[in-house]
């Protein structure tokens, strides 16, 4: 049974993004996947404040929320971010989660002491913001991509929704959120992301 763990990234609750991430866990539970969702808005915890109290041990420091987190990051096989996009990027939240895992940055580039929590894992970015535009995703997807690495995984796939602004306005794409939820079904399951329609791969436009 995969371990998935799922960042959510939105201050709105049941939003857009939510909606989206809800399509994917229904997916992947269906085919018996655990899934833990945790709201980032809803822990208190700091950005990485460049302390270098990771630097020789590849530990952060900091004691607060976000602190058990590492343990799960290491257990976990799928990691997940849902974020809108806020000016072009992800939430302020969702990128102090990003910072905090300079410590595993550290473990790996570092000190070396190999892969986190003896495994690799997939990283999995669904997003959506309210505009139209060719580039609306490519900084964020930059980000995922070096997030992901940092913690041990690649940047597997991603469901990037345009056009969508109020809450709940992605009901109306049902195709989205198909493509969410098959996306899920494949990353619990250890599926060809390939074979999943409508979503984006690296290497594909976004
Ligand atoms: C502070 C803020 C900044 C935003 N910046 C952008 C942006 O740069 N580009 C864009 O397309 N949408 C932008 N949006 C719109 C949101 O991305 C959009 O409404 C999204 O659907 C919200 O998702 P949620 O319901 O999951 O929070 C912004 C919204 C807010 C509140």
Not at 52 to 72: A, E, M, R
Not at 73 to 87: K, Q
Not at 139 to 144: A, K, N
Request: contains cysteine; hydrophobic residues 40%; glycine residues 12%.
């Amino acid at each position: 049974m995969k371990n998935i763990l799922l960042f959510l990234g939105s201050p709105r609750r049941g939003g857009n993004t939510d909606i989206l991430a809800e399509a994917f866990t229904n997916g992947a539970k269906s085919v018996g996947a655990s899934v833990e969702r945790v709201r980032l808005m809803d822990l208190k915890f700091s950005p990485c404040i460049e302390c270098g109290g990771c630097d020789d041990s590849g530990t952060c420091i900091l004691k607060d929320d976000f602190t058990p987190f590492y343990k799960k990051m290491e257990e976990a096989d799928v990691v997940v971010l849902s974020s809108p996009m806020f000016f072009y990027n992800i939430t302020a939240a969702s990128q102090a989660m990003v910072e905090r895992t300079q410590a595993f940055w550290v473990r790996q580039y570092v000190l070396k002491s190999g892969k986190i929590g003896g495994k690799t894992r997939d990283g999995i970015f669904l997003s959506a913001g309210a505009t139209k535009g060719k580039l609306l995703f490519e900084g964020s997807l930059r980000v995922m991509r070096y997030f992901f690495d940092a913690i041990g995984g690649s940047l597997e796939a991603a469901v990037l929704v345009r056009g969508v602004e109020k809450k709940g306005d992605i009901e109306k794409q049902p195709d989205v959120l198909e493509s969410a939820e098959n996306l899920g079904k494949c990353a619990a399951s250890g599926g060809d992301y390939s074979k999943v329609q409508g979503i984006w791969l690296p290497g594909g436009k976004s």
